[in-house]
Protein backbone atom coordinates (compact mmCIF):
# COMPACT_ATOMS: atom_id res chain seq x y z
CA UNK A 1 0.00 0.00 0.00
CA UNK A 2 1.57 3.21 -1.18
CA UNK A 3 1.66 6.04 1.68
CA UNK A 4 1.73 9.46 0.81
CA UNK A 5 3.42 12.27 2.94
CA UNK A 6 3.27 16.02 2.53
CA UNK A 7 5.12 18.57 4.50
CA UNK A 8 6.39 22.17 4.72
CA UNK A 9 3.88 23.88 4.98
CA UNK A 10 2.98 27.11 7.19
CA UNK A 11 2.36 30.82 7.80
CA UNK A 12 3.36 33.27 5.51
CA UNK A 13 3.15 36.86 4.18
CA UNK A 14 2.13 37.65 1.23
CA UNK A 15 4.81 37.54 -1.82
CA UNK A 16 6.56 35.07 0.40
CA UNK A 17 8.06 31.29 -0.47
CA UNK A 18 7.10 27.63 0.72
CA UNK A 19 8.78 24.62 -0.41
CA UNK A 20 6.34 21.24 0.26
CA UNK A 21 7.63 17.83 -0.13
CA UNK A 22 5.48 14.39 -0.35
CA UNK A 23 7.52 11.46 0.39
CA UNK A 24 5.88 8.24 -1.24
CA UNK A 25 6.70 4.85 0.12
CA UNK A 26 6.54 2.40 -2.76
CA UNK A 27 8.57 1.59 -5.81
CA UNK A 28 5.65 2.87 -8.05
CA UNK A 29 6.53 6.57 -7.00
CA UNK A 30 9.21 6.78 -10.20
CA UNK A 31 6.94 5.30 -13.06
CA UNK A 32 3.77 7.36 -12.44
CA UNK A 33 2.74 10.65 -12.90
CA UNK A 34 2.35 12.80 -9.75
CA UNK A 35 0.27 15.83 -8.74
CA UNK A 36 -0.02 18.56 -6.15
CA UNK A 37 -3.88 19.77 -5.50
CA UNK A 38 -4.97 22.14 -2.97
CA UNK A 39 -8.66 22.48 -0.41
CA UNK A 40 -9.34 25.76 0.48
CA UNK A 41 -12.29 26.06 3.43
CA UNK A 42 -15.65 25.53 2.11
CA UNK A 43 -14.23 24.57 -1.58
CA UNK A 44 -13.62 21.65 -3.61
CA UNK A 45 -10.36 19.88 -4.61
CA UNK A 46 -8.26 21.69 -7.39
CA UNK A 47 -5.85 20.69 -9.00
CA UNK A 48 -2.05 22.87 -8.56
CA UNK A 49 0.82 21.08 -10.75
CA UNK A 50 1.78 18.34 -12.20
CA UNK A 51 4.35 16.38 -13.51
CA UNK A 52 5.15 13.49 -16.09
CA UNK A 53 7.53 10.64 -14.55
CA UNK A 54 9.69 11.73 -17.17
CA UNK A 55 9.51 15.62 -15.90
CA UNK A 56 7.72 17.14 -17.92
CA UNK A 57 5.26 19.52 -15.86
CA UNK A 58 2.03 21.65 -16.46
CA UNK A 59 -0.48 23.87 -14.29
CA UNK A 60 -3.26 26.02 -14.22
CA UNK A 61 -3.21 29.78 -15.32
CA UNK A 62 -3.63 30.92 -11.45
CA UNK A 63 -0.24 29.05 -10.29
CA UNK A 64 1.91 29.34 -13.33
CA UNK A 65 5.41 31.45 -12.86
CA UNK A 66 4.50 31.21 -9.36
CA UNK A 67 4.85 27.87 -8.56
CA UNK A 68 7.20 24.82 -9.78
CA UNK A 69 6.33 21.04 -9.31
CA UNK A 70 9.81 18.99 -9.47
CA UNK A 71 10.51 15.55 -8.16
CA UNK A 72 13.29 13.17 -7.12
CA UNK A 73 12.86 9.44 -8.12
CA UNK A 74 15.64 8.47 -6.54
CA UNK A 75 13.80 9.25 -2.93
CA UNK A 76 10.60 8.84 -3.97
CA UNK A 77 10.00 12.54 -3.24
CA UNK A 78 7.89 15.45 -5.11
CA UNK A 79 8.14 18.77 -4.19
CA UNK A 80 6.45 22.07 -5.20
CA UNK A 81 8.30 25.16 -4.63
CA UNK A 82 5.45 28.16 -4.59
CA UNK A 83 7.03 32.24 -4.52
CA UNK A 84 5.24 34.85 -4.78
CA UNK A 85 2.63 33.35 -2.57
CA UNK A 86 -0.98 35.42 -2.70
CA UNK A 87 -3.33 34.85 0.31
CA UNK A 88 -6.24 32.71 -2.15
CA UNK A 89 -3.36 30.02 -2.00
CA UNK A 90 -4.12 29.43 1.31
CA UNK A 91 -5.41 25.84 1.53
CA UNK A 92 -4.44 22.38 2.31
CA UNK A 93 -2.30 20.79 -0.01
CA UNK A 94 -1.78 17.39 -1.14
CA UNK A 95 -0.05 15.59 -3.68
CA UNK A 96 -1.08 12.17 -5.20
CA UNK A 97 -0.78 10.09 -8.48
CA UNK A 98 -2.51 11.39 -11.44
CA UNK A 99 -4.32 7.76 -12.18
CA UNK A 100 -5.03 6.03 -11.01
CA UNK A 101 -5.21 7.92 -7.54
CA UNK A 102 -3.91 6.78 -4.08
CA UNK A 103 -5.31 7.33 -0.94
CA UNK A 104 -5.27 10.84 0.45
CA UNK A 105 -2.24 11.49 2.71
CA UNK A 106 -3.39 14.30 5.69
CA UNK A 107 -2.17 17.16 3.31
CA UNK A 108 0.03 19.97 4.48
CA UNK A 109 -1.68 23.74 5.64
CA UNK A 110 -0.42 26.62 4.02
CA UNK A 111 -1.35 29.97 5.15
CA UNK A 112 -0.70 33.17 3.44
CA UNK A 113 -1.70 36.19 5.96
CA UNK A 114 0.16 39.61 6.57
Known amino acids: QVQLVESGGGLVQPGGSLRLSCAASGSIFSISAMGWYRQAPGKERDWVAS???????SYPDSVKGRFTISRDNAKNTLYLQMNSLKPEDTAVYYC????????WGQGTQVTVSS
Open 96 to 103: NRLSPRLG
Open 51 to 57: ISSDGRT
